[in-house]
């Protein structure tokens, strides 16, 4: 509001109504940024591993008309102007939409690639730990490169698939036990030499078993004392208040578990942050800001008037390597290029890759204030100041002048500000799915993303128009690309 309105014939009238305008403007755009990455909370506070992940991103699906197919058997005949989508082992998601005016001589797949996967302690095939100095805790491994500090005292639970047999069937089922189940603490700070605290370093192995209970809870005893005989080998080796968590929590019975893959999380849930309510804080910040926004872009498009099949392949697996049969170095892209092609009539694919592209879209490193030299000045990307372009001209990105050109061009369109980013000549340098997938497709790929702090921190941070960025690249992607093609000579 203003404190001051001049009469209407006051040059000061039309000043303050053109202020009055502008601020009002902001505050819309403000208000709908923030309701977005509200809205981001809540995919990201249920999406506590890659199952639940590619589970959330279903349900958004769904609810936009999309309809599954079964990555097991044939895919139907595909309608034109129809969205479908399938997962791999529930930790990778495919979806697309098919362009109601799709030519069968004369298309393109439009990909946006992501991960589900973050850094994580990952449950041991054998969970059971001896007790220590009356504690009983669960054997974990380290998934990934986590900041594993940073997962000292945090009130952590547990998530994930697990296997479920049903007579002589097995089903998978989701887990999320959502109370603070587990913790793994500090050596308190009077028992640690000044020395110790200085180099405070973590042994993987060592240090990182979660404490669930003590061995007085008398729960425990008696699951000790239960009828372990009947339990299998494999069962044998879990640890028993886990087994009975899981079981009461899917309301099965312990015999029934045949196996899992469980995984701990933050029980902390997302939320804005600052003082102006533009930040993102939260866990797995890297990458399913990118899946929520890339899902949220592909629900809302509208094939009716596309040409081409818009589509996002979430992977698992990145973190490790991408090396895994639903990972960015499986056939899994490849196969649904091939596979929806098919579908449509369509089984010489040189052409439909040549007319591809794909947004490889990993979180990028902005610049933190109290380490501003870890960036090369000119390539140093800062909170809330728009999309990523990564490039490295050892490969390890995979933007070329052309693709950067593309993002640049529907960034500019958009009205998306753009960012670029090179690793300093004297740092390591990261990757992501990008190379993997150009090497393996032979299409156009780009590297970009959006930018945050605390990379593979127990808990990252993002700026909430970063995130609108993100999401209206997207779209932008979707809606604009091929007409930015076509004016592309070879
Ligand atoms: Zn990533």
């Known amino acids: 509001m203003f404190p001051y309105v001049p009469s209407s ?3 000061l009238y039309s000043f303050f109504s053109f202020l009055h305008h502008i601020a009002k403007k902001r505050s819309v755009m403000t208000n709908s940024r923030l309701a977005f990455a509200e809205k981001a909370c809540s995919y990201l506070s249920a999406s506590t591993d890659p ?14 008309g999309f309809q599954a197919l079964q990555y097991r058997h044939n895919f139907p005949a595909l309608q034109k102007g129809g969205k479908y989508y399938y997962t791999v082992h529930h930790s990778t998601l495919v979806a697309f939409t098919v362009g109601n005016k799709v030519a069968k001589d004369d298309f393109g797949f439009h990909l946006i690639g992501g991960h589900t996967d973050s850094p994580n302690l990952a449950v041991k095939p054998n969970s059971k730990k001896p007790p220590k100095q009356g504690c009983v805790q669960l054997a974990v491994a380290c998934y990934g490169g986590g900041l594993w500090h940073t997962w000292f005292d945090r009130d952590l639970s547990i998530s994930g698939k697990v296997l479920i047999r049903n007579g002589e069937t097995l089903e998978p089922k989701l887990v999320q036990i959502r109370d603070p189940v587990a913790r793994v603490s500090t050596l308190c700070i009077h028992l640690q030499s000044p020395d110790e605290r200085a180099a405070f370093k973590v042994n993987t192995e060592d240090h990182t078993s979660p404490i669930l209970a003590t061995t007085t809870t008398t729960a425990q005893q008696e699951l000790e004392k239960g009828a372990t005989e009947q339990l299998d080998a494999w ?17 099965v019975d312990v015999h029934q578990i045949a196996d899992f893959e469980l995984s701990l999380y933050d029980t902390q ?11 993102l804080y939260s866990a797995r910040l890297d990458n399913l800001a990118t899946v929520f926004c890339a899902v949220e872009a592909l629900a809302a ?18 973190e490790v390597g991408s090396v895994s049969s639903h990972g960015a170095g499986s056939p899994v892209m490849g196969e649904a290029i091939r596979r929806v092609s098919a579908a449509l009539g369509v089984t010489e694919l040189s052409t439909v890759k040549a007319k591809s592209f794909c947004l490889s879209i990993d979180q990028a490193h902005a610049v933190h204030p109290n380490y501003a030299s870890k960036h090369d000045s000119q390539h140093a990307p800062v909170l809330n100041h ?22 640049r061009e529907i960034a500019r369109q958009k009205d998306i500000p753009i960012q670029e980013f090179a690793v300093r000549n004297d740092c390591p340098c990261g990757s992501t799915i990008g190379p993997t997938i150009s090497a393996r497709l032979g299409i156009r790929v780009v590297d970009a993303g959006m930018p945050q702090l605390s990379m593979h921190s127990c808990r990252e941070v993002m700026g909430i128009t970063d995130l609108s960025h993100g999401y209206n ?13 076509n004016n592309i000579h070879d």
């Open 9 to 11: 014939s006051c040059w």
């Open 51 to 64: 199952f639940h992940a590619v589970h959330q991103a279903i349900q958004k699906l769904e609810a936009a």
């Open 235 to 251: 069962q044998q080796g879990q640890e028993p208040a886990l087994m009975q968590r899981i079981a009461r929590e899917l309301q």
């Open 269 to 279: 849930p997302a939320a804005i942050g600052g003082l102006n309510q533009e930040f």
């Open 301 to 318: 498009h509208d094939p009716a008037d596309d040409t081409d099949i818009a589509m996002i392949c979430c992977f698992d697996h990145e």
């Open 386 to 407: 728009g999309l990523v372009v990564k490039t490295n001209c050892n490969q390890r990105y995979t933007t070329n002048s052309l693709t950067g050109f593309v993002v």
């Open 473 to 485: 690249l997207f779209r932008g992607f979707f809606e604009n690309f091929r007409s930015i093609d």
